[in-house]
């Protein structure tokens, strides 16, 4: 089990050049949340869909991972088993900054599901146009991504994860979507230590013991320095 989890969101990768949700140049502002990131969006307008995530997925290629990504990669280097990242980012900046223990809740982009067959694949092309899926020649390919309403991944093993940490850090995320913002209870009610590294405060801090705000590019590498 891992000594620290950490919970990660679209704020880590800002600096990377990935655009956040909920800021004023967020993804939000072009989008909206039910048209993009709702089956009933995507079954309403999959060309729409197809088009928002193959844009993000050839954006994250072109990125490189950050000062953020690669320190939580240090830490594990530095206590190898102890580091569990648990990421609501569909990118691949942690695995490519060298995080090994990355549990994708929201899916990721480099991944596609067949609404056929069931089967998840790697994916790394667009899927607009509909190809087929390699196992069932379906075209039924959608982003393997978590929407509005659906069951996010791993979420059992996550719970465990986080009630047996003895630190549990929430770096870059707004903490406006369930079931990710409410892990920081379980932490906490579990006797973790518990921190906030985030550009901004969020709204209730009560259940955060350290609170560090400022770009994570600047305190995430001091923060792993202390451990
Ligand atoms: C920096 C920085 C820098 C900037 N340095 N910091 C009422 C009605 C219907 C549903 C619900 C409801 N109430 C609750 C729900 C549940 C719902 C939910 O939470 N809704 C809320 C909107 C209220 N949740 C769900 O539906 C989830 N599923 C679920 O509950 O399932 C139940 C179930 C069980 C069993 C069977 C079936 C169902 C699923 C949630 C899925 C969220 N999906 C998305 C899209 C994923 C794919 C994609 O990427 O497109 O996930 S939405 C979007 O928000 C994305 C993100 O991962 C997620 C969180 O966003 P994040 O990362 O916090 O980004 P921002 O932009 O909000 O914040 C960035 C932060 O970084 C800011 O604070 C900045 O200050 C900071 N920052 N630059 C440090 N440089
Ligand atoms: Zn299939």
């Not at 648990?86 to 900054?97: G, P, W, Y």
């Not at 899926?133 to 059992?156: H, I, K, N, Q, T």
């Amino acid at each position: 089990m891992a000594r620290i989890v950490v919970l990660t969101g679209a704020g880590i990768s800002a600096e990377s050049g990935i655009r956040t949700f909920r800021a004023v140049d967020g993804l939000w502002e072009d989008h909206r949340i039910e048209d993009v990131a709702t089956p009933e969006g995507y079954a309403a307008d999959p060309a729409l869909v197809h088009a928002f995530y193959d844009e993000r997925r050839r954006a994250v290629a072109a990125a490189e991972p950050n000062a953020a990504h690669l320190a939580l990669a240090g830490l594990e280097a530095r206590r190898p088993g102890d580091v569990l990242i648990v990421t609501q980012n569909i990118d691949d900046l942690h695995e490519r900054a060298g995080s090994t223990r990355v549990s994708h809740i929201h899916g990721e982009l480099g991944s596609a599901l067949c609404e056929a067959c069931g089967e998840r694949m790697p994916w790394h092309g667009d899927l607009a146009g509909g190809p087929r899926c390699p196992s069932c020649g379906a075209r039924a390919l959608r982003p393997d991504v978590v929407w509005f309403g659906e069951a996010v991944y791993g979420l059992d093993d996550i719970f465990d994860a986080v009630a047996l940490c003895e630190q549990f850090w929430v770096i870059g995320t707004s903490g406006a979507v369930t079931p990710a913002a409410s892990l920081v209870a379980v932490a906490a009610e579990a006797g973790a230590r518990t921190a906030l590294l985030n550009l901004d405060a969020h709204d209730d801090l009560r259940l955060f013991d350290d609170v560090v705000l400022g770009p994570a590019t600047v305190t995430v590498p001091e923060w792993v320095a202390r451990f």
